[in-house]
């Protein structure tokens, strides 16, 4: 992995499918032991930074880091410093002078976590900036599919709902498609973002575009995001061609959410407590994936200092000749 995962795009297939076999193989089932800790991460500190409210995003970094040892410090900006008006440049630096290991970051804005990463020395990992991404709970829904179907080339998934605020959307169309599989946007034109088609999706305005697919991704409309734009008519109105029930899924198909989830809105009710839906087996890959996140990114970033210590104890060694060479042997 790189210094820091800031978006789905800084990860190829390749490492994509390395983290999903590490969360598996290593942390899945660690959840199910009676103790729940490794010591992978012992002494390092975590920092989860915290702009806007969250329950499931936050709660999972700071299991996933307390489950691999490492000391987690959270922190709120409703309760910090930043109430009093402290820049988010003032509060990195102010967080970095406590060596972090890596700093987890949610904002309102987009481009925040790149910000950060100019201002400490930590990994940052994005869990989430404004309309721009959210690179771990793209990771996780591709592991909760994994889990689920086993082969994703060629699987076909629907997204559906306020496409136009949603940062997970705008990953999961990425990392879905990076991985194979085929997407459709299903939303009303006012709230797709423009160019979306661009992104290489398929576009549809109603419901029965969902005959056609495996999967069914469900999106929250975020009112707090419309500022009373008139993107909508009336929710009300929305409600009533947006909303999906088990009378709109065919036998095989499973519907995720990233949550949180607003009953007899974008999901009816009897659908949300319905075995088609895979909203709690996402949690559970949550925390499996982001330990995994967090153990590759230190470990990563550990292997690629050793082997550049090595390539440049080897050239210097080279420079200097067969003396310096023996008593390094025997050093």
Do not use: W
Not at 124 to 135: S, T
Not at 141 to 167: C, M, N, P, T, W
Not at 277 to 285: G, K, M, P, S, T
């Amino acid at each position: 992995m790189n210094k820091h995962l800031l978006s789905i795009n800084d990860l190829s297939r390749d490492e994509i499918e390395s983290i999903l076999t590490t969360a598996a193989k290593d942390f899945l089932e660690l959840s199910k032991r009676d103790i729940k800790k490794v010591p992978t991460l012992r002494g390092r500190t975590v920092i989860d930074l915290f702009y806007e409210k969250s329950t499931r995003t936050s709660t999972s970094f700071e299991l996933a880091g307390k489950r691999l040892s490492a000391d987690v410090i959270n922190v709120k900006a409703e309760s910090s410093a930043v109430g009093k008006g402290e820049s988010l440049k003032d509060t990195v630096l102010t967080l970095n002078a406590y060596n972090p290991d890596i700093i987890v970051i949610r904002h309102p804005h987009v481009g925040a976590p790149a910000f950060v990463a100019r201002y400490t020395d930590a990994h940052v990992i994005n869990a989430g900036d404004g309309k721009g991404g959210h690179p771990t709970q793209c990771l996780l829904d591709i592991f909760s599919l994994k889990q689920e179907y086993g082969e994703l080339e060629g699987l076909k998934v629907a997204i559906v709902g306020d496409i136009l605020h949603s940062r997970v959307a705008r990953s999961n169309i990425a990392g879905f498609r990076k991985m194979g599989m085929e997407v459709t946007l299903v939303a009303p034109p006012s709230l797709l973002p423009r160019g979306v088609e661009a992104l290489g999706a398929d576009i549809a305005h109603g419901l029965d575009a969902l005959a056609d697919v495996d999967v069914v991704y469900l999106l929250r409309m975020q009112q707090e995001r419309h500022a009373d734009a008139g993107l909508m008519p009336s929710l009300r109105e929305y409600i009533a061609r947006y909303c999906v029930g088990r009378r709109h899924l065919g036998k095989g198909q499973r519907v995720l959410h990233p949550g949180p989830i607003n009953r007899g809105v974008e999901i009816d009710a009897e659908l949300a407590d319905s075995p088609e839906n895979l909203i709690l087996q996402q949690v559970e890959a949550g925390l499996a994936v982001r330990m995994a996140i967090m153990y590759r990114i230190i470990v990563d970033a550990g292997a690629d200092q050793a082997a550049a210590e090595g390539e440049r104890d080897a050239a210097e060694a080279a420079e200097a000749g067969p003396e310096i060479k023996n008593i390094r042997a025997v050093g």
